[in-house]
C-alpha cells in the first residue's frame, strides 16, 4: 500500500499569504496525484487531478506540482474561504490512498 | 447538474448489515465508474471501494473485502454498497462520489450518509 504523508498537519498563515502544502509518497507515483478541499460539514471537493490540472471551476489561486514522490498544492495569496482542511489522493496502485490531510488555519 | 443522493445509512448493530444507495442525475451514470469513500468521525478520509460504468469490475479496500459489496443499476442511475458483518470501526460518513473522468480521481462527490454501528 502507497502511504501519502501530508505536512504540516497544521498550517497558520494570514489572509494574502501564501500557502504551501506538500504530501509524499513511500514510493514514486508518477503524477498520479489529486488534492482535495474539505470545508467543515461538507464533502470533499477535487481541487486538482494528475498533480498540476485544476478541475472544473477551480480558481487560478489553486496550483499543484511535483512528481514522482514529492508533490505541493501552492494557494498563491489565501483567501478568508481557503482556511479548512486539504487532502492528497494517489490513483497510481490499488488500494487507493489519501493523505492524512493539512489543515489550514487563520493565523 | 451533477448530483448524487446517498441514502440508507443509521444505527445497526454489530454484526448487522446495511446497504446504501447512491442516486445519480445529471450526467450518462452509465458511462463513468462510481467510487465510495467514507470518513469516521473527526478522522481522514478513506477510500472504501471503485465499481467500473458496466459493473463488471470492482475493487476494495482490504478493511472492507469479503464483507462489502458494490454493485450498480444503470436502468435506475443507482450505485449500492451492501455492508454485512458491521463493525465498530465502521462507523463513518459513507460518501458516493463520481469518478472524474480521469480515472479514479472523485468529482464531484454525494453530501455523505452516516453509519453508526454500535450495541
Known amino acids: 500500500e502507497i502511504v501519502l504523508t501530508q505536512s504540516p498537519a497544521t498550517l497558520s498563515l494570514s489572509p494574502g499569504e501564501r500557502a504551501t502544502l506538500s504530501c509524499r509518497a513511500s514510493?514514486?507515483?508518477?503524477?498520479?496525484l489529486g488534492w482535495y478541499q474539505q470545508k467543515p460539514g461538507q464533502a470533499p471537493r477535487l481541487l486538482i487531478y494528475h498533480a498540476s490540472n485544476r478541475a472544473t471551476g477551480i480558481p487560478a489561486r489553486f496550483s499543484g506540482s511535483g512528481s514522482g514522490t514529492d508533490f505541493t498544492l501552492t494557494i498563491s495569496s489565501l483567501e478568508p474561504e481557503d482556511f479548512v482542511i486539504y487532502y492528497c489522493q494517489q490513483r497510481s496502485n490499488w488500494p487507493l490512498t489519501f493523505g492524512q490531510g493539512t489543515r489550514l488555519e487563520i493565523k | 447538474e451533477v448530483q448524487l443522493v446517498e441514502s440508507g445509512g443509521g444505527l445497526v448493530q454489530p454484526g448487522g448489515s446495511l446497504r446504501l444507495s447512491c442516486a445519480a442525475s445529471?450526467?450518462?451514470?452509465?458511462?463513468?465508474?462510481m467510487g465510495w469513500v467514507r470518513q469516521a468521525p473527526g478522522k481522514g478520509l478513506e477510500w472504501v471501494s471503485v465499481i467500473s460504468a458496466s459493473g463488471g469490475s470492482t475493487f476494495y479496500a482490504d478493511s472492507v473485502k469479503g464483507r462489502f459489496t458494490v454493485s450498480r443499476d444503470n436502468a435506475k442511475n443507482t450505485q449500492y454498497l451492501q455492508m454485512n458483518g458491521l463493525r465498530v470501526d465502521d462507523t463513518a460518513v459513507y460518501y458516493c462520489?463520481?469518478?472524474?473522468?480521469?480515472?479514479?480521481?472523485?468529482?464531484?462527490w454525494g453530501q455523505g450518509t452516516l453509519v453508526t454501528v454500535s450495541s
Open positions: 462520489a463520481k469518478d472524474h473522468g480521469e480515472p479514479n480521481y472523485f468529482d464531484p
Open positions: 445529471g450526467f450518462t451514470f452509465s458511462t463513468y465508474a
Open positions: 514510493q514514486s507515483i508518477s503524477s498520479h
